[in-house]
């Protein structure tokens, strides 16, 4: 039994990685939203493993336990405590990866089932479909906004999500600490081919940016 459990260690982890996996961060935005996702996992193994305990406790001989201990200190002040941390941790990373300061901008355009991004290239605003380009090392504002129905940009590894919802336009700051390619997809359920709804987010090399972008067909 023991060797199965320490054998699904390594399974359950290899499951936190791959290229839709916020617990692989590649940028600080994400690292602090996986850094929250990690401690409010500690809290909850934490108040589990107190209730396995009060179970197990419960089928041995009876004993003389001190009320306030187990009423005040494990029932009310160990949870409370918990819950106060996690609900504090939620508000500092909640204040961080707020869009302070400069940064640059770029548009997102939902449809479905499909994405539209626009870029200040060299010549002016460049459109391109389902591609979103990025300089690496750098904070990024994307304005999002949607044409029919209500949608969810996410990047799993450079950021939180945000909504896309018609007639409103809503800021989420992602960033990518170097180059490379990142998945993304809408992470709300828009309609038949919701899960087609992909796209890619290419951080480039800040030394080649601004990249010489091919206007896309509007679709």
């Known amino acids: 039994m023991k060797c199965a459990a320490l054998l699904g260690v390594p399974l359950l ?7 839709l996996s916020a617990l692989s961060p590649a940028g600080p935005v994400a690292q ?8 409010m996992l ?3 193994a934490g108040l589990t493993g107190m209730v396995l305990a009060l179970v197990a406790m419960g089928f041995g001989r009876p004993r003389q336990v001190r009320e306030g201990r187990w009423s005040f200190g494990l029932g009310v002040w160990f949870p409370l405590g918990v819950l106060t941390l996690a609900l504090a941790g939620a508000i500092w990373v909640g204040e961080r990866i707020l869009p302070h300061g400069p940064a640059l901008e770029v548009r997102a355009h ?3 089932w499909s994405w539209t991004f626009t870029h200040e290239g060299p010549d002016g605003p ?3 479909q389902g591609v979103l380009h990025v300089p690496a090392g750098q904070p990024v504002d994307v304005l ?5 129905v209500i949608h969810s940009f996410w990047v799993p590894r450079l950021g939180g999500k945000m909504d896309a919802i018609p007639g409103r336009t809503n800021r989420l700051r992602i960033q990518a600490d170097r180059p490379g390619t990142y998945e ?3 992470a709300e359920f828009c309609g038949l081919d919701h899960a087609d709804m992909r796209f890619d987010v290419i951080a480039h ?15």
């Open 184 to 186: 993304g997809l809408c």
């Open 126 to 128: 460049v459109e391109t």
């Open 144 to 148: 999002i906004t949607a044409a029919d």
């Open 13 to 19: 982890l290899a499951g936190c990685r791959g290229p």
């Open 32 to 39: 602090d939203v996986a850094g929250l996702w990690w401690a």
């Open 42 to 44: 500690t809290g909850a």
């Open 110 to 112: 939902a449809r479905q």
């Open 205 to 219: 090399d800040p030394a080649l940016w601004p990249p010489r972008l091919t206007q896309a067909p509007r679709p």
